[in-house]
């Protein structure tokens, strides 16, 4: 149980267009969900959290406009990278919480994105 | 704010050797702390928890854990090492008020031969 899907898990793009990444609760309901974001070598960093039916709240520093977050139902959550540069270009990771299991959060594999 | 150290970027040791890898905290509030494992190109996958109870803490792989409240530590530790344990480790923590996983920069473990 408790499984959490990301697609695609890696794109390509070019410079100055949208990429949107899909984040999946597959078998538990997600009130919560979080985006986070790694350079290569280096830590998640929080980004975004997000509950069902309301607006993200934004980390410091991260642009709102640029990386908008949509948590539409209680298993879906998009990230759309609008306009990317390459040093948007990262590994995103997103993960969710259940209402039931206290504290946990399940991770998605990743989405490796690349822009040219 | 909550922050997590992880004193080392990079542990090697030999195969079958015993390892720890370091983790410090630094909310004086009660909280939640965990290790993630990490495989190159790949998500994080939980190693083990602490929520409560008991201060030694076991998880998959043969890893485990000891929480110190005194020292603010949340230590990870193995026996005995195998190759297929290099990867990256991370630890987290969240307060007990349900907020985001705050990680550690990770340790980078390697397995030699």
């Known amino acids: 149980g408790a499984v959490v899907s990301q697609h695609p898990s890696w794109v390509i793009c070019k410079s100055g267009t949208s990429v949107k990444i899909e984040c999946r609760s597959l078998d538990f309901q997600a009130t919560t969900m979080f985006w986070y974001r790694q350079f290569p070598k280096q830590s998640l960093m929080l980004m975004a959290t997000s509950n069902e039916g309301s607006k993200a709240t934004y980390e410091q520093g991260v642009e709102k406009d640029k990386f908008l977050i949509n948590h539409a139902s209680l298993t879906l959550s998009t990230l759309t990278v609008t306009s990317a540069h390459p040093e948007d270009s990262s590994f995103y990771i997103c993960?969710?919480?259940?209402?039931?299991?206290?504290?946990?959060?399940?991770f998605g594999p990743g989405t490796r994105l690349t822009v040219l | 704010a909550q922050s997590v150290t992880q004193l080392d970027s990079q542990v090697p040791v030999f195969e079958e050797a015993p390892v720890e890898l370091r983790c410090n905290y630094s909310s004086s509030v009660s909280v939640y702390l965990f290790w993630y494992v990490q495989y190159p190109n790949q998500g994080l996958q939980l190693l083990l928890k602490?929520?409560?109870?008991?201060?030694l803490v076991k998880g998959i792989n043969g890893f485990e854990a000891e929480f110190n409240k005194s020292q603010t530590s949340f230590h990870l530790r193995k026996p005995s090492v195998h190759i297929s344990d290099t990867a990256e480790y991370f630890c987290?923590?969240?307060?007990?008020?349900?907020?985001?996983?705050?990680f550690g920069k990770g340790t980078r473990l390697s397995v030699i031969a």
């Open positions: 602490y929520l409560s109870g008991s201060t």
């Open positions: 987290a923590v969240s307060d007990q008020g349900n907020t985001p996983l705050v």
């Open positions: 993960s969710a919480r259940s209402g039931l299991v206290y504290n946990e959060q399940f």
